[in-house]
């Protein structure tokens, strides 16, 4: 894997921007460990991912300044520490300074795929549904619970465009398209290979010939 900075020299940097950002003394021990779970589950994400800059010449590309790349790297870096040992203060700082920096939601708590990515997420929320590989989301999406806390499901190979939302009750089949401004709240079980379309109570689906997987992640 190709590295802007080596593995160290990103533990350093995120500590400076952790103490920065957050300057109460926490314990930042661990850190060193985290980025180095974190930057396996990078790779082996972006080695899936086909998308400018992530994969190139046979290998998978990380760079800090790629801020698509870095809001990803910091949610794997606050769910690894949560995983690693839950109520470590490098989950919440990780996690707060992807919001801080790029505007991006995705908690902690917040199973997302092995493979996934973001394209300019600024103002996307990812609440807790269940999320399968080859997921992607735009800047502005919403995906969250109904006022029951249920929250929606999806298949494999989705794209939320920009200011879709995708809440409740909701099934959303393999290989579906969310249409930029789509608002679906309890939608039931969707079909695969969708475009959902339309704002809640009127939304629909059509057909799709297309492939989330091969024309947009590029495998």
């Known amino acids: 894997m ?11 940097y995120v500590r400076k921007q952790f103490e920065n950002t957050f300057p109460d003394g926490a314990d ?3 850190l060193p460990k985290f980025v180095e779970l974190a930057l396996g589950r990078i790779e082996h994400c972006f080695s899936r991912v086909r998308l400018k800059g992530f994969f190139a010449n046979g290998q998978v590309r990380f760079s800090h300044w790629h801020c698509d790349q870095f809001a990803i790297f910091l ?3 606050a769910n ?3 995983r ?6 490098i989950a919440d700082k990780a996690y707060a300074l992807n919001k801080a920096l790029h505007a991006l ?3 902690y708590e917040v199973e997302l795929p092995d493979v996934f990515a973001v394209q300019h997420p600024v103002g996307t929320v990812l609440g807790r549904a269940s999320y399968s590989d080859y997921f992607i989301c735009y800047h502005n999406c919403t995906v969250g619970a109904n006022l029951d806390n249920d929250y929606p ?24 398209f969310v249409s930029t401004g789509a608002i679906v709240i309890d939608g039931g079980t969707l079909e695969p290979n969708s475009v ?4 809640y109570p009127n939304a629909g689906h059509s057909r799709t010939g297309r492939n989330v997987i091969s024309d947009i992640f590029g495998v």
């Open 153 to 176: 499901s999806f298949g494999r190979g989705i794209v939320m465009y920009g200011g879709s939302r995708v809440i409740g009750k909701t099934s959303v089949g393999d290989n579906t």
């Open 196 to 199: 959902l379309h339309g704002i």
């Open 105 to 107: 939601d995705a908690f």
């Open 80 to 82: 690894t520490a949560f």
């Open 28 to 30: 930042l021990g661990d």
């Open 75 to 77: 949610y794997y870096l």
């Open 84 to 89: 690693e040992e839950p109520g470590h203060p």
């Open 2 to 12: 190709h590295l802007s900075l080596n593995e160290a020299d990103l533990a350093r």
